[in-house]
């Protein structure tokens, strides 16, 4: 019986932290707006309780926003996400661009949303990886296992995205990789997939629209404040 519960306090801590972990990163990986900046000393006191493996990236990630000024936050931020078809923070856009498809998958994920009660601004697109990233840390534990399937589902659109932050030296390149180690270890299909994104970049539309352009209806940069 000790044994038994000693794995079921390991399994709710690692609840736990993979939930604080998502939430943080969903956090920083919004708009750095004043509310964001005023809560950096609060997720840093969070961060502190996080195993090294996810407490040092996401340290990484305060570090720059407490340490820039907001104007200069603001600008890095377009032009980390805004302005780079290779790290668009839209997760179903790696895996389908601007297709009709890509537009199916929206429907899915508003759909696994509402199943769970929670319910999107009027101009938040759901694949956002910040939205999908409170989704998977807010609720109950159906929720949170929801909003984790929804994260494997993607599972190579998040590396490709942590990648080319890493690949760019952004700041923010801290936030995916401490997502990242949150989930199992890459398969071989899921290195495919990586691979397969990396080299072909985002599907162009099928039915007219440019090829590779820029996410369509996506909210400008404080959309999601």
Do not use: I, N
């Amino acid at each position: 019986m000790r044994r038994l519960a000693r794995r079921t306090a390991a399994r709710h801590a690692a609840t736990r932290e993979t939930a604080l972990a998502h939430r943080v990163a969903a956090l920083v990986l919004d708009y750095p707006d004043d509310e964001l900046l005023a809560m950096l000393p609060d997720l840093r006191t969070a961060v502190a309780t996080l195993p090294p493996r996810l407490r040092v990236p996401l340290e990484q990630v305060l570090d720059h926003l407490g340490a820039q000024p907001p104007t200069v936050l603001a600008a890095q931020y377009v032009e980390t996400f805004d302005l780079a078809r290779r790290r668009a923070p839209y997760l179903s856009y790696y895996s389908h661009g601007d297709t009709r498809r890509r537009g199916v998958a929206l429907v899915e994920y508003k759909q696994a949303y509402r199943a769970a009660g929670f319910e999107l601004e009027a101009d938040e697109l759901p694949d956002h990886v910040a939205v999908v990233l409170e989704f998977a840390s807010t609720g109950d534990e159906a929720a949170q296992e929801s909003g984790l399937r929804l994260l494997l589902a993607h599972r190579a659109s998040l590396e490709l995205l942590r990648l080319a932050l890493l690949d760019a030296g952004s700041p923010w390149a801290g936030a995916l990789v401490a997502v990242c180690a949150t989930l199992p270890p890459l398969d071989g299909d899921d290195r495919e997939a990586v691979a397969r994104l990396a080299a072909e970049g985002p599907p162009g539309e099928d039915v007219g629209l440019e090829p590779f352009a820029p996410p369509a209806s996506v909210p400008d940069s404080g959309a999601r404040r």
